[in-house]
């Protein structure tokens, strides 16, 4: 048996949808679909608006673009993060400010925000589903005139002092790449309140065209997603709820089984925060649980049941490409990057796969210690 660590459900309407737009012969983005999930999602989130995007990356580009964010301007980001928030701020000219982990959360610790004269945006991100500070850092925007995205790729339905993540930001970006809760296989979304950002993100999305046609008046882009896509996003709507139920089953089993593992270092659990659990991840101590996080990966993957897990993200002050931009060393990312792996998740999982986990973690500790 091999244990995938995401394997993604499609739902019969997602494949009904998919076949009504094949029949249609609409499979650009010109067709019903893309409307009615940027529709369907949006009101599901709790936003005004939403723009289809080709994917979570050109979600955070365009959002970029769209609150004037250019060359000699800082954005606070987080240092342990997918590399895709650094290289939007990139994309535009732009300057990243890191800013290093929260050991509790594994989030940007706002305590260790610093604002200037050049600080025009945070873009805040909800790592492995667990909610940003968003109150805290909304309070520093605020006080600073700054602009917050928030980054709820990894966040789709977690809540953060009981409102939905994905409601705090200027915009909110979302992916819908295949690991996601909702997926459409790539693509993503931008969400505001704001008509007339709303206005100049439909445009950067597809090519700055003026009102004439071809005649193009600003730096647009093609990050239009197809009716093929909206098509599977739409149908996998009907399920979101059961879906993310399923991901709090998911560590709710994860939790229990492995609480008493010694060397195990679980998801915190913080009042007020309610984590989906995009993945579920874990931080490995060596010396408590016998070996490191790597031979454990290595133990799980070459065992009988071919146990799939993955890597916590690479610390920005690791990253070749931005070592220009590292002012501070970024040391709870680097020891969350060195010790911390996500198990089998995925949607399409089963109890007697999950059982299979836990077990096999049980016994490569016992054998270890």
């Known amino acids: 048996m091999k244990i995938p660590v995401n394997e993604p459900l499609v739902s019969d309407e997602a494949k009904q949808n998919v076949n009504k737009a094949l029949d249609d012969r609409w499979l650009s983005s010109s067709g019903k679909f893309v409307k009615e999930f940027e529709d369907k999602f949006s009101r599901w989130i709790g936003k005004d608006y939403g723009v289809a995007v080709s994917s979570g990356t050109a979600a955070l580009h ?16 987080p240092s342990f993060t997918m590399g895709s928030v650094w290289l939007a701020v990139l994309y535009v000219g732009a300057t990243p400010v890191f800013v290093d982990a929260d050991i509790r959360t594994w989030c940007m610790d706002v305590d260790k925000i610093k604002v200037n004269e050049n600080t025009k945006a945070i873009i805040a991100v909800h790592t492995y589903g667990f909610p940003c500070d968003m109150r805290r850092i909304n309070a520093i925007a605020d006080k600073y005139d700054l602009k917050v995205i928030e980054d709820t790729c990894e966040g789709v339905g977690s809540l953060h002092v009981e409102k939905k993540c994905g409601t705090f930001g200027d915009i909110s970006c979302f992916s819908f790449y295949a690991n996601k809760v909702i997926s459409t296989g790539e693509g993503g ?13 439909r445009r950067f999305r597809n090519l700055c065209h003026s009102e004439k046609r071809f005649i193009h008046d600003d730096i647009g882009y093609n990050y239009r997603m197809t009716n093929l896509q909206a098509a599977v996003g739409c149908g996998e709507m009907n399920h979101i709820d059961e879906y993310i139920k399923k991901k709090l089953e998911i560590a709710d089993f994860y939790n229990k089984e492995l609480e008493n593992v010694n060397g195990l270092s679980l ?15 874990l931080l490995v101590d060596r010396l408590q649980f016998g070996i490191d996080r790597d031979l454990l990966r290595e133990a799980l993957f070459f065992g009988e049941d071919c146990i799939e897990t993955r890597g916590f993200f690479y610390p920005a002050d690791e990253q070749p490409i931005l070592k220009e931009f590292i002012k501070e060393d970024c040391l709870v990312a680097r020891y969350l990057s060195r010790n911390g792996l996500y198990l089998p998740s995925g949607l399409a999982i089963t109890k007697e796969q999950l059982r299979i986990v836990v077990e096999e973690i049980k ?3 016992y054998e270890k210690t």
């Open 189 to 201: 979304m931008c969400l505001t309140d704001d008509a007339r950002i709303d206005k100049k993100m």
């Open 267 to 281: 998801p915190r659990v913080i009042r007020g925060n309610d984590n989906s659990y995009w993945m579920y991840g």
């Open 363 to 365: 016994k490569i500790h």
């Open 62 to 77: 365009v959002a970029l673009r769209a609150l004037d964010i250019k060359e000699g301007d800082e954005v606070i980001v």
